[in-house]
């Protein structure tokens, strides 16, 4: 029936469709929620819940509204004449949905030929949901009896306000009915999908062999492109090349783990082995292999095999400043003033000057270790009447 | 990981144990070379007395022989060999004529005039 209304095109504003029928503890639980509210307005609000206000019955909205059977479940609680407002207030509002359809009718019958074509896709639908229906009741006739009374006669009304063939009208909803029923059935566990059944009506799909780079020509493989690569290695290329590892659109498909506390210390002592090279292939996996020259040349800058251009002729940059390098002679006060070593040391500081190779610590670290070498040479500049302290 | 210039071929190991040992020798030397700077500067001196001259020679006599930068031989970096070595490429003349027939040697062409 659903799809005769969508099939005659969006001229039709009616939306027409029962809700889904949950019944059983969970309506009863809602329902004890409004023993709060008085009488009468407790009717109008299950009323109101389960159509909304008039405006969202004429709306496309597919979201399901509290269903009719809330009501069919607070009558065996509440009273009869309770009841029976209800199901007053329930047709009348069938009705007044029926006074939309005739409008909308009316405009649909000046297009002539159309509407004979669509009345006989109505009267094909319609055998064929026959026919559909009368198998599904063959097969389950039990759920043909859980429906309850007022459920059929609220589907009977709806299919007398229709134009259409009301049989096939009303057994389709009635289907519809039984089957919303049978799943909150098996929501609520008694009956339990399994894996296996929905697993033997799948096909096995191969799918197709992923597409190997074609060589344009045999003869010309190892001169341009990439041709010296393997087949591994192109694959590789073509799957970096669509998109990066970090790049692209965030999906928010998996939610976002919240950092646990990390444990405080691993029994371990030492990582094995294994855990060793865990961690390489880890650090390795990052490092995908340079796509082309710049990036290998970037790679290597990095490490500092490549220098950085421009290049720095200023000499080593140990941020000292040339006085620094050239006026040595603040460390040659441990040192006599006089005789062979200072003329020896002076000669020394003299060559550091000039060595634009060494940085000024390294310098000292010269001056320094021969000053401690003389120190240990003392008895022997003794015997040559050399004067150290 | 594979870098992109080395696709050819992968040397993990040193060609030969010659060249092994020429790797220690110029690790050495470069370990010991401040001093045998400064113990040679005593040696090499005429201003000092000669008794300190001689203890010099003798402590730089001490020292281990890999440690000395004589010992070092420039050898070919891909095949090892002692001899034919261009110092500017650390190549042998064999390697050298391979690669820069193959054109990958920049800069480097057959000679004619």
């Known amino acids: 029936m659903f799809s005769r209304v969508s099939a005659l095109g969006p001229s039709r504003p009616l939306l027409l469709r029962l809700p889904c029928i949950p019944c059983g503890s969970e309506a009863a639980m809602e329902t004890r929620g409004l023993w709060t509210l008085p009488g009468p307005a407790r009717t109008e609000y299950k009323i109101q819940r389960c159509f909304g206000t008039n405006s969202v019955i004429y709306s496309k909205k597919d979201e399901s509204s509290v269903p009719v059977a809330k009501i069919s479940d607070s009558v065996p609680e509440s009273q009869d004449n309770k009841k029976k407002k209800a199901i007053k207030n329930l ?49 389950s006739l039990e759920s043909h009896q859980s429906l309850r009374p007022e459920l059929v006669a609220a589907a009977t009304a709806v299919a007398d306000s229709l134009p259409f063939d009301k049989l096939s009208v ?31 009506d799948m096909k096995i799909t191969k799918s197709p062999t992923s597409r190997i780079y074609t060589r344009p020509d045999r003869q010309i493989q190892f001169d ?48 094995t082995l294994w855990d060793v090279e865990f961690a390489k292939q880890l650090a390795k996996v990052n490092q995908q292999p340079p796509q082309n020259a710049f990036e290998e040349m970037i790679q290597w800058t990095k490490e500092g095999k ?48 000039k060595n634009p190779f060494l940085t000024v610590k390294e310098k000292v670290e010269h001056i320094e270790w021969f000053r401690n070498y003389f120190h240990e040479k003392k008895n022997i500049l003794e015997e040559n009447n050399i004067q150290f302290n | 990981m594979v870098p992109f210039s080395g696709t050819g071929q992968i040397r993990s190991y040193h060609v030969d144990w010659r060249m092994l040992r020429d790797v220690k020798r110029r690790k050495m030397a470069f370990e010991f070379a401040d001093e ?8 090499k001196n005429t201003i000092l007395p000669k008794d300190l001259q001689e203890v010099a020679d003798q402590e730089i006599a ?40 193959h054109g990958q040697l920049s800069g480097v062409q057959r000679a004619i005039w």
């Not at chain 1, 029923?181 to 929905?198: C, L, M, N, P, Y």
């Not at chain 1, 620094?324 to 603040?330: Q, S, V």
């Open chain 2, 36 to 43: 045998r700077l400064r113990i040679n500067s005593l040696r």
């Open chain 1, 170 to 200: 009303k057994s389709e909803l009635l289907r519809q009915l039984r089957k919303h029923e049978k799943d909150f059935r098996a929501h609520q566990g008694k009956e339990t999908v399994k894996i296996s059944d929905i697993i033997s």
């Open chain 2, 62 to 101: 001490a020292f281990p022989r890999d440690s000395c930068p004589v010992r070092i031989r420039n050898r070919c970096v891909m095949t090892s060999r002692p001899r034919g070595v261009k110092r500017r490429w650390r190549i042998s003349r064999i390697v050298f004529r391979h690669l820069a027939d």
């Open chain 1, 224 to 271: 341009e492109g990439l041709g010296f690569l393997s087949v591994n290695e192109l694959l590789e290329h073509d799957s970096r090349k669509r998109k990066g590892l970090f790049m692209g659109k965030r999906l928010n498909v998996f939610p976002v783990a919240e950092t646990a506390p990390e444990e405080a210390s691993e029994t371990e002592t030492s990582p």
């Open chain 1, 91 to 139: 047709l009348n509002m069938v009705r007044s949905m029926k006074v939309e359809v005739r409008t909308s009718d009316i405009l649909q019958d000046t297009k002539t030929h159309t509407t004979k074509t669509e009345k006989e896709e109505l009267k094909n639908l319609g055998r064929t949901s026959r026919v559909s229906q009368k198998a599904v009741e063959d097969s």
């Open chain 1, 306 to 353: 490549l220098w950085t251009f421009p290049i720095n002729n200023e000499g080593i940059d140990d941020g000292a400043d040339f006085h620094e390098h050239i006026f040595l002679d603040k460390y040659l006060e441990d040192f006599p003033k006089q005789g062979p070593i200072r003329h020896f040391m002076e000669l020394v500081t003299c060559g550091l000057s």
